[in-house]
């Protein structure tokens, strides 16, 4: 565990106050130490719960864990030594790679001292009297900035639910978002995999590929998942990329799923079913995303999507042996997409092994676990392993754990406890100064991740240095400006299909979460239009104060300190 030290009289002592405090040590908040420590010339400390950095890529190392995103564009953009020194060495990063690339970039740029790793921000409170935020950790300690930066991440807090006698299994049991570090052995053994998410449909075929004894896989809901077509990538893939980097990378930055492939056609609605297969099957041959931005009006046109998740549904029955496993997987009550689209290698090949059953727990649900397995309202399935694959309280999960508080003893809790309510999924009403790299009510999950977390980054260091040059030492949006984000991120919501399925994109799966559609669903590229302008018109709908409320009190001088050499 690193932590920042500065002389004072002399003396070594330990710094307490910053500039500017970030939680997380992943993909954003890396960036966000890069650019205001370097760039700005700010003291910056991260806070990192992990004793590494890597965010998502520290955690979830399950077997099968891989980004979706290609790892051509799943990249900082910023800097060419990075972008030309870094080689993939697959289409979609593996996580021990994608872990790999972020300590090669913070070692790049040098980051490491700057973090203090293995600690918990147990609580952040905005102080009025001096205008600083005063961070507490899980080790006793409390620092002061006079800005506070979330970088936390959209899935970092797992959720498993709360089956009665998870506790009593004598068994191996985790949580995927918590794999362990060391090498899990399934061989002979028997394995349950809980959820058919995004994660479950990674994990499933390779632990099925691992000899164990049995695999059964419970599923409550079908998904409808696409080819990845995975692949290494050789020197000659590797040299177009290079020279075509620069526009790939444009063309991710200025699309709306942050992606940089052309849609094929605007609607299926006046095609005949034969004309879509046939347009998807090419897409299905590339794999990947690509096949989601087949038709621009996907996620608006039932029609349209009816067509494409028909197409879908045929090749999940032609995939899987068994008719009655078959319809099983197939999904009939959602859109395609409408829950995040997972990419698959082998999965539904993995239902053909005689090693693998699937139990649909909305016809037997799980009643209990058991100190030997899972009792299911039929039967008592004996396990030596179980794996939760069930997901993440999303978007908001972190946030909320860190006991968040701004003006009046507001918390974050009190204050979303009807759903999130931001302005440009940025910052705050009552938090000033706070900001929320990848925040609910901004593209984040709806985005390949890096395009959306290097706008925010920029944005918030833009922001940030145009506050220093003006001697501003608050920033806080005002009510009206966040009453209509929130009112504008609904209205997008509702125009999409997204919003006629339960899923963690609207807070339905986690109990006694409000229902609400929590990213912004009117793409990255228009998003980061819309937060631009704002930045250009002198930050409209932020209230801007030159000085920190209380300024006759002890501590509440500004503090923008220079960094050594300036
Ligand atoms: O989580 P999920 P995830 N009884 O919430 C089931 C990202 N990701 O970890 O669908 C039985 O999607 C639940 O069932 P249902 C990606 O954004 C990225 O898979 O709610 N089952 C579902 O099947 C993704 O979307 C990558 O009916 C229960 C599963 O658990 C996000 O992470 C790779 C249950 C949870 O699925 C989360 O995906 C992987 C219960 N009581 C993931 N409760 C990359 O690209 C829940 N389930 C890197």
Not at 324 to 331: C, I, M, N, R, W
């Amino acid at each position: 565990m690193s932590k920042t030290t500065t002389h004072d009289s002399g003396e070594h002592t330990e710094q307490t106050d910053y500039d500017a405090v970030i939680v997380g040590a992943g993909f954003s908040g890396l960036y966000e130490l890069h650019r205001l420590r370097d760039e700005l010339g700010l003291s910056v400390k991260i806070i990192e719960k992990a004793d590494d950095v890597g965010g998502t890529w520290y955690w979830n190392r399950y077997p099968g864990a891989r980004c979706d995103s290609e790892s051509h564009i799943y990249c900082y953009s910023f800097n060419d030594e990075i972008l030309e020194e870094w080689q993939w060495s697959e289409r979609y990063p593996e996580q021990p790679e994608a872990l790999e690339y972020l300590q090669f970039a913070a070692d790049k740029l040098d980051l490491r001292e700057n973090i203090e790793f293995g600690t918990e921000v147990t609580s952040a409170r905005f102080d009025e009297g001096s205008g600083r935020w005063e961070i507490s950790t899980d080790d006793g300690e409390t620092v002061t900035s006079q800005f506070f930066v979330t970088a936390v991440g959209c899935l970092s807090e797992p959720y498993i639910p709360d089956f009665d006698g998870i506790e009593d299994f004598e068994g191996w049991w985790t949580h995927t978002g918590r794999w362990p570090h060391e090498p899990v052995d399934f061989e002979d053994k028997r394995v349950a995999v809980i959820g058919t998410g995004a994660t479950g449909i990674q994990v499933i075929p390779e632990v099925a590929k691992s000899n164990p004894e049995h695999l059964t896989v419970f599923q409550r809901t079908p998904n409808y998942a696409v080819p990845a077509r995975h692949r290494p990538l050789d020197d000659d893939d590797w040299n177009e990329i290079q020279e075509n980097y620069d526009r790939i990378l444009e063309q991710a930055h200025d699309s709306g799923f942050g992606m940089p492939f052309e849609i094929a056609a605007e609607t299926a609605a006046d095609m005949s079913q034969e004309e879509v297969n046939e347009l998807l099957e090419s897409r299905w041959e590339e794999g990947g995303f690509r096949f989601l931005l087949a038709f621009e009006d996907l996620l608006v046109n039932k029609e349209t999507n009816e067509k494409v998740s028909k197409y879908l549904r045929s090749k999940i029955r032609e995939a899987v042996d068994d008719p009655e496993v078959a319809e099983k997987l197939v999904p009939t009550d959602h859109y395609y997409a409408t829950k995040r689209p997972p990419l698959h290698t082998d999965y539904y090949d993995t239902f053909n092994r005689d090693n693998v059953s699937l139990v649909d727990v909305t016809e037997t649900p799980i009643e209990r676990i058991t100190p030997d397995g899972v009792r299911t309202s039929d039967d008592h399935h004996d396990f030596d392993m179980i794996i939760y694959a069930t997901g993440f309280d999303a978007m908001t999960g972190t946030l909320l754990q860190m006991d968040i508080q701004g003006r009046s003893g507001l918390t974050l809790e009190e204050k979303w406890s009807d759903g999130p309510q931001t302005y440009l999924g940025l910052s705050v009403h009552g938090f000033p100064n706070m900001f929320t790299i990848t925040g609910p009510q901004s593209p984040s999950v709806l985005s390949n991740m890096p395009v959306a977390i290097e706008h925010h980054v920029e944005w918030v260091s833009d922001a940030i240095e145009y506050l220093v040059e003006n001697d501003i030492q608050l920033i806080e949006p005002t009510k009206e400006a966040e009453e209509a984000w929130t009112a504008h991120n609904r209205q997008v919501a509702e125009q999409t299909l997204y919003t006629t399925v339960e899923s963690w994109y609207m807070n339905e799966n986690i109990p006694d979460k409000p229902t609400v559609f929590t990213p912004y669903a009117g793409g990255v590229d228009l998003y980061h239009d819309t937060i631009i302008e704002v930045a250009e018109k002198e930050y409209e709908g932020f209230d801007l104060t030159e000085s920190a409320i209380d300024l006759g009190s002890e501590g509440s001088k500004p503090r923008l300190s220079v960094m050594e050499g300036d």
